[in-house]
């Protein structure tokens, strides 16, 4: 495996690091998403840990202290409660989409690693002097 890695190039080990940060992510939404409750069975008495409990919760003490517009709080406790729902998915769609880019970053040097090769042997090369430069090119495109 450490062989595929070193073939692969300084490319491959980012993305090897993006691979164990995005599934760290995913683990601990997946994680944080099971331990939220389901929504309240009675409007009345809210309680839980559930975002609907919470917006619930906070519109009948608005409605209790007199507040009768109740649409902004509840506009406000939902954008709360689904930035609280989104932290982390942001940075996994980050991941998901440079990731690919690296690939291709990959691909673009070993290509011109094979073409340097090219260069210097003067444009009489055989196969197996640019099998180097097309393997990390292959192997970042694959990863990526």
């Known amino acids: 495996m450490i062989e595929i890695l070193d073939k692969g190039g300084v490319v491959v080990y980012i993305l090897l690091f993006y691979s164990v940060l995005g599934l760290t992510l995913i683990?601990?939404?997946?994680?944080?998403?099971?331990g939220l409750k389901s929504a309240p069975?009675?409007?009345?008495?809210?309680?839980?840990n559930s975002?609907?409990?919470?917006?619930?919760?906070?519109?009948?003490?608005?409605?209790?202290?007199?507040?009768?517009?109740?649409d902004d709080?509840?506009?406000?406790?939902?954008?709360?409660?689904?930035?609280?729902?989104?932290?982390s998915l942001k940075s996994i769609s980050i991941l998901a989409s440079t990731a690919p880019l690296l690939g291709l970053l990959g691909t673009v040097l070993g290509m011109i690693e094979?073409?340097?090769?090219?260069?210097?042997?003067?444009?009489?090369?055989?196969?197996?002097?640019?099998a180097g430069g097309i393997w990390e090119a292959m192997l970042t495109t694959a990863v990526g």
């Open 114 to 130: 094979a073409f340097m090769v090219i260069e210097e042997a003067g444009g009489k090369v055989n196969a197996s002097s640019l």
């Open 51 to 70: 975002p609907e409990a919470r917006v619930l919760t906070e519109l009948w003490s608005s409605l209790k202290n007199g507040i009768r517009d109740l």
């Open 27 to 34: 683990v601990y939404k997946y994680i944080h998403l099971l």
């Open 73 to 87: 709080v509840a506009i406000r406790v939902t954008s709360i409660e689904l930035d609280r729902l989104e932290k």
């Open 41 to 48: 069975k009675n409007i009345d008495n809210p309680n839980g």
